[in-house]
T-cell receptor
Framework: KQEVTQIPAALSVPEGENLVLNCSFT??????LQWFRQDPGKGLTSLLL?????REQTSGRLNASLDKSSGRSTLYIAASQPGDSATYLC?????????????FGKGTHLIIQP | GAVVSQHPSRVICKSGTSVKIECRSL??????MFWYRQFPKQSLMLMAT?????????EQGVEKDKFLINHASLTLSTLTVTSAHPEDSSFYIC?????????????FGSGTRLTVV
């Protein structure tokens, strides 16, 4: 059974710093990996999607990497801003047929101090 | 971009009553929708996969008679929590995947906070 772990569980940094969020998964047979942002009491906003054949994806100040063989992904946030404060979730979709809902980590709760 | 609308955003109900949550894909047809539940400080957990025109597939440990799913059209799936109890209080969120396969990622609704008193 796939398990997704996110480290750290919480992170608080001053505005302007660059930071890295980590995600690991136990089964490397994935179709893709997706990073989401969740604001308190809200739904999920997709940030980046990396297909299993890709190594990284970039969007603005965000860069996500994927090392499928080692079961790891990182989300790099450059020049952090208070508006980046949220919970960041990592989720994987299993490869192959069958049910293909996502398996989520518990998230990293990020606070950017003004 | 793809938009999924979920309603209601919040609901408070009495123990023993039933609550229906709607999930609509607004600008694309969703052959498959997913229902998740999230308890405080926990991961989103997949409850069931809803396929248009067929029975939903439930994850292990999820009672299909308690969580009724109907996916009668390509744009609407509903989750009904029957005979709700306080332990059903949670954040429920739906997700949809498009018909054409263009949407390799998943689009999520805004979620429903259910409180059973």
């Amino acid at each position: 059974k796939q398990e997704v772990t996110q480290i750290p569980a919480a992170l608080s940094v001053p505005e302007g710093e660059n930071l890295v969020l980590n995600c690991s998964f136990t089964d490397s047979a994935i179709y893709n990996l997706q990073w989401f942002r969740q604001d308190p009491g809200k739904g999920l906003t997709s940030l980046l999607l990396i297909q299993s054949s890709q190594r990284e994806q970039t969007s603005g100040r965000l860069n996500a990497s994927l090392d499928k063989s080692s079961g790891r992904s990182t989300l790099y946030i450059a020049a952090s801003q208070p508006g980046d404060s949220a919970t960041y979730l990592c989720a994987v979709r299993a490869a192959g047929g069958g049910a293909d809902g996502l398996t989520f980590g518990k998230g990293t709760h990020l606070i950017i101090q003004p | 971009g793809a938009v999924v609308s979920q309603h209601p955003s919040r609901v408070i109900c009495k123990s023993g009553t039933s609550v229906k949550i709607e999930c609509r894909s607004l600008d694309f047809q969703a052959t498959t929708m997913f229902w998740y539940r999230q308890f405080p400080k926990q991961s989103l957990m997949l409850m069931a996969t809803s396929n248009e025109g067929s029975k939903a597939t439930y994850e292990q440990g999820v009672e299909k008679d308690k969580f009724l799913i109907n996916h009668a059209s390509l744009t609407l799936s509903t989750l009904t929590v029957t005979s709700a109890h306080p332990e059903d209080s949670s954040f429920y969120i739906c997700s949809a995947r498009g018909q054409t396969g263009v949407h390799y990622g998943y689009t999520f609704g805004s979620g429903t906070r259910l409180t059973v008193v």
